[in-house]
Each structure stands twice: as structure tokens, then as C-alpha cells.
């Protein structure tokens, strides 16, 4: 039963709510009910033909030749599409918006890189006529070595995956082989603590396994033009990343979405349309190509696997007053999303935890797995997960209780995170105390009094100076663990960009980048001071935060627990909670 909390965020609440907590009936309920909500492929087209992907059958290997000519004349069979075939035969889904390089074919041109990569289309009259003349190409493979670990695929000499990023790993900013955080000195912080803990955690791939399968159809329009009937998540982004890849002006698209039959993330790559769009503009007819469910299960792209190590210090009285992180993206074969996965888990760390040394090296890896891509937080789930279990380690290990635990460490207004911003709208106390109340765990009378809205800020706010490094530096994987470079001095608020962002083709005429990725080329067939953290001797307020006074000779141990609860300040206005300018919810 939903439960609104008025004692909460009493003065910034907005009771006058339409919505939540009322039973609303959803838009599309009736049409589910009645089965008359429209899907892409209730679409029905004279003429309509049948596209079926040829799949490798091999982790990693080299194609050596491809012999269609059985296909060709089997009956029904209208076109047969190569890699050649596609104008714009490599792509990534993130160069819609310049980030990335283009590494993955639409068709496989001169080896695969993972089982299930499209290598050849075959378009014919009806489903089995395509699947019957599927079955007569053949494929002359030169199987290779394959790497699936990510740690492995990251040594020298490992199999080299995807010949984009010949070193198996994505490229950050031009310059470092991951995404990087820096904040506070943790080494120093390690050798002060009382206790450490050190552990690893490991998530499988996960498939999203959508009632309705992945699929679209594509058919001629009389203005030159191709509608598209579609279950992509994105529609917007399914049009662009077509009209890139089959090199037409985006207006020439007409995508229709629908009722998508099942997503999660998993309706966002783009899997079918280029090909069925392509069909349609090579025969001039509807095509129709739809993903059955041995693809879906085993080719569609899954939640990446990833691979989490998480090194904690921790003082007697429960404060964290260090933490490392090292984290592994399984991007499979090629990049998709996982470059900006490996994005949202830097962003998210250290998790929702006033820690004042912190440094994180994030990595996405290329395996010879099928590509990974988004599903349901993507990037923060897994790494929420690690975080948490050892939550509870560290809890077990100063022998304090994990949920007082988790009040001492977190996150209050106007603290300073890693990632240099201040904390704002934070609830995490809050929440802690009513699943505690909810669940019947006693808690102190010390945690119950807590509150998001006091005891942040003060020394808290202030940031550290802070060792960097130049680890990671692309092409030469001995660095990944050299010596700090030099020190950022006490309340240093950004780390100098190595690259300026440059934007291809805008407005105000900045430069387009030194190298512009190159595609296969179209082959068409026929056609200040270091801030002092004083430790407390055990889980008690302390009467305020003092000023920044010089370093000491030893490693700061960490922030003060929070100054005294006091009255909730209020805020004025009624505004809604904004992520970008930190309004509080309402």
C-alpha cells in the first residue's frame, strides 16, 4: 500500500498530487485487454517478402569465401544482400551524437567476431522459402582464436577482437584506455584505516527476453520515400542510425512505432531496420525482417556481463574513509552502449556515500560475445549491487549494524561528492530509517534522529588534494599502474580536459575533428589547503564542522560524523525536482 510520509520533507512537499496514489486507468489498458492494440507486424502489405540472416556459426574466425550462387537459384528467393551491399557497412550507435568510433558491420566483411554475427540476407517470397535457401549458402571460415574473459582480452597478446580498438578496449577522451576517478588521496587514507576490506563481484549477461521479438517492416512509399513499421524503443534514434547506415537524408525515412511488444533496453540497437529498409529499396517491395526466438535468446543483445572490485577503509567507529573501485564492461564484439555504461558507473560511484578518497578505474572490454547493450540502469544496477553486499561487509567487519552503518556514511545536503558537485536532494537516511521501521530493525535512538537535511557541509564540503595519474594511456598497458604524476592542490574543482570537444558540422563553425572515421566503402552490386577530517571516537555528533587548517603529517582518516540534527530548513517556491539545477522533489 503506497505510503506518503508527511514527517519527511514536510516543508517541501506538495500534497495537491492528481496522479500517484489514485487509480488511474492507463491509456493503452483497454487496448491490451480487448488484443486490439496495433504492433508493428499487424501490417499487413501486398507483395510483402521475408528477410533471414545467414549467422556465423564461429566465436572468431576469417572468412575465406562466400558462395550464394545455390541460394540465388532456389525458389522464391528475390535478393541476397552482402556486406558490399550496404552503404555505410560499419557503424556505432552512439556516432549519432560523435561519440565513438564506427566499429560494427550491418553485414560481416572479412572475418566475425562472435557467434550469431549477420553475415549474408537472403530476401525471398515467404519465411520458409528464405529459410529453406539459408540453408544452401555456404561459408568457408578460418576459425581463430577467441578470448571471452575480459580480463584476459585486456593483456598483451590476447586475440584482437574488434580491429577498431586493436587493443581490445574502448578509448576515453583520445588519450586513456578507461573512464577514470580521481578524488582525495586513497593510499594514504588505506594506511591509516583500521580495517580493509577487499572482495569481487561478478554479474552475468542477462537477456531481456521480450514477448515480441525484435523485428520491423519496411516498404516502398511513392515519393521516394520508405515507411517503417517498428518495436524499436527509440524511434528517433532508429532513424538516424538507419538513414547513417544506408546513406539517406533522414526525411527520405518515415518510421512508425506502435505498441512495443516488450523492451527493457533491449529495442534500442537497431537490429533489424537498416536491412529490412535496405531489402525494400533493392526490390522495391515491403520486407518484413523479424528476429524468431532462438536469435532473440542467443544474437539479441543482452545486459553485459561485468566484473566489480571494490577496496574499502574503514576506521573503527564505521567511517569509510577510502574507496577503490575497479570495474570490467563486457562489451562483446562490438561497442553499442557500453562505453556509455562504463559513463554512468563512474558517474554513479562512489554510490550514495560522503567518502572523502575515492578513485575508480572503469573499464569496457571486447570479448567475442554477442554485443552488449542497455537494459533497466544499465551501468548502475550491477555496480548498486557490489556496493551494497559490501556495505555490509565492511558493517560486519567494524562490527556495527549494517543499516546505522549505511546513516554514518551517507550522503547529506551540501556535502561534497567525488565527482566535485555538491550533494543536493539527498534522502538516502530517510529511506533507511522507514525500510528499517517497515521491516520491524531496530535502530538507536542516536540513527532515528538523523536527517538528510543536517550535518552535511562544513569539512565535508570541502575537497582534498588530490594525486593524479596518467595510467591508462592508450597503446601502452604497463601504465595502468605508475605513480601519481602530480598533485591536485586542496579545493581544485575540475581536472583539465586533455581534449576539447569538437562538434562536427556546428553551427558556430568549431573545427571538425582530425580524423573523421572511415566507413567500407559503398561497393553496390548490381547497382587551496588540504582539508582535516578530526576522527571521532564513536557514533555521536560532534558540535560543528571546523575550518580548514594546514595538513598533517598523517593520512586525513575521513569526514566528521554529522553536526547536530536541527530544524529542517525550508525552501522557498514550489518547484519540481530537477537532476540538472538540484531543486528539490516535490
Not at 549474408?120 to 515467404?126: F, G, M, R, T, Y
Not at 562490438?334 to 563512474?346: E, F, H, N, P
Not at 587548517?549 to 530548513?569: D, E, K, R, W
Request: with cysteine; aromatic share 8%; proline share 10%.
Amino acid at each position: 500500500m503506497l505510503d506518503f510520509r508527511k514527517d519527511l520533507f514536510a516543508a517541501e512537499r506538495d500534497d495537491n498530487l492528481n496522479v500517484v496514489g489514485k487509480g488511474e486507468q492507463r491509456q493503452d489498458m483497454p487496448g491490451h485487454v480487448t488484443g486490439r492494440s496495433p504492433f508493428f507486424d499487424d501490417h499487413a502489405f501486398e507483395g510483402l517478402l521475408h528477410l533471414k540472416v545467414v549467422r556465423s556459426p564461429h566465436h572468431h574466425a576469417r572468412i575465406r569465401h562466400i558462395d550464394t550462387a545455390a541460394a540465388e537459384r532456389a525458389p522464391g528467393v528475390k535478393r541476397i544482400l552482402r556486406g558490399a551491399d550496404v552503404p555505410v557497412n560499419k557503424n556505432t550507435l552512439l556516432s549519432l551524437i560523435n561519440f565513438g568510433k564506427d566499429d560494427e558491420p550491418t553485414l560481416a566483411v572479412g572475418k566475425v567476431s562472435y557467434r550469431g554475427e549477420p553475415v549474408v540476407a537472403i530476401i525471398a517470397e515467404s519465411e520458409q522459402q528464405a529459410l529453406a535457401a539459408r540453408a544452401l549458402v555456404r561459408v568457408d571460415y578460418e576459425v581463430m582464436p577467441h578470448v571471452f574473459d575480459v580480463e584476459e582480452a585486456l593483456k598483451p597478446g590476447a586475440p584482437v577482437v574488434n580491429e577498431t580498438y586493436p587493443n581490445n578496449y574502448f578509448e576515453y577522451h583520445d588519450r586513456y584506455d578507461h573512464s577514470k576517478l580521481r578524488f582525495g588521496d586513497v593510499d594514504k587514507a588505506f594506511a591509516s584505516a583500521d580495517f580493509i576490506v577487499d572482495d569481487r563481484y561478478q554479474m552475468s549477461p542477462i537477456e531481456h527476453a521480450p514477448t515480441e521479438t525484435n523485428g520491423s517492416i519496411a516498404a516502398p512509399e511513392q515519393n521516394d520515400r520508405f515507411v517503417v513499421h517498428s518495436c524499436a524503443q527509440g524511434l528517433f534514434f532508429s532513424l538516424g542510425t538507419a538513414a547513417k547506415i544506408l546513406n539517406l537524408e533522414s526525411n527520405r525515412l518515415h518510421f512508425v512505432g506502435g505498441t512495443v511488444g516488450g523492451g527493457f533496453g533491449g529495442k534500442v540497437d537497431s537490429l533489424t531496420e537498416p536491412l529490412s529498409i535496405l531489402g525494400a529499396m533493392m526490390t522495391g517491395q515491403p520486407v518484413r525482417y523479424v528476429l524468431d526466438r532462438e536469435e532473440e535468446m542467443l544474437y539479441g543483445s543482452p545486459r553485459g556481463a561485468e566484473r566489480i572490485y571494490i577496496k574499502d577503509g574503514i576506521m573503527r567507529d564505521g567511517r569509510i574513509v577510502a574507496r577503490r573501485i575497479r570495474s570490467y564492461f563486457d562489451a562483446g564484439a562490438y561497442t553499442r552502449l557500453s562505453s556509455y555504461a562504463a559513463i554512468k558507473c563512474t558517474a554513479h560511484l562512489p554510490g550514495p556515500y560522503t567518502i572523502p578518497n575515492v578513485s575508480a578505474d572503469i573499464y569496457v572490454a571486447y570479448t567475442n560475445r554477442c554485443p552488449s547493450t542497455a537494459m533497466r540502469g544499465f551501468g548502475i544496477t550491477a555496480v548498486d549491487f557490489a556496493l551494497e553486499v559490501h556495505m555490509d561487509k565492511g558493517a560486519e567487519a567494524c562490527g556495527m549494524d549494517p543499516m546505522e552503518f549505511r546513516i554514518l556514511n551517507a550522503y547529506r545536503d551540501e556535502d561534497m561528492k567525488a565527482h566535485r558537485r555538491v550533494a543536493k536532494n539527498t534522502a538516502l537516511i530517510e529511506c533507511v530509517q522507514v525500510a528499517a521501521e517497515k521491516s520491524g530493525w531496530p535502530l538507536s535512538d542516536e540513527a532515528r534522529r538523523q536527517s538528510s537535511l543536517t550535518g552535511g557541509g562544513g569539512a565535508r564540503a570541502l575537497i582534498p588534494a588530490t594525486p593524479i595519474d596518467d595510467n591508462g594511456r592508450i597503446g601502452r598497458p604497463e601504465t595502468r599502474t605508475g605513480p601519481a604524476t602530480e598533485t591536485l592542490p586542496a579545493g581544485t574543482m575540475r581536472i583539465p580536459l586533455t581534449k576539447q570537444p569538437v562538434m562536427e558540422g556546428a553551427a558556430d563553425s568549431r573545427p571538425a575533428p582530425a580524423a573523421v572515421p572511415q566507413y567500407e566503402p559503398y561497393r553496390p552490386t548490381p547497382q587551496g589547503a588540504q582539508p582535516a577530517y578530526p576522527p571521532a571516537p564513536a557514533y555521536q555528533p560532534m558540535p560543528a564542522a571546523p575550518p580548514p587548517v594546514a595538513p598533517p603529517t598523517a593520512a586525513p582518516p575521513g569526514p566528521p560524523p554529522p553536526a547536530p540534527t536541527a530544524a529542517p530548513p525550508t525552501q522557498h517556491g514550489a518547484t519540481r525536482f530537477s537532476s540538472v539545477f538540484g531543486t528539490r522533489r516535490r
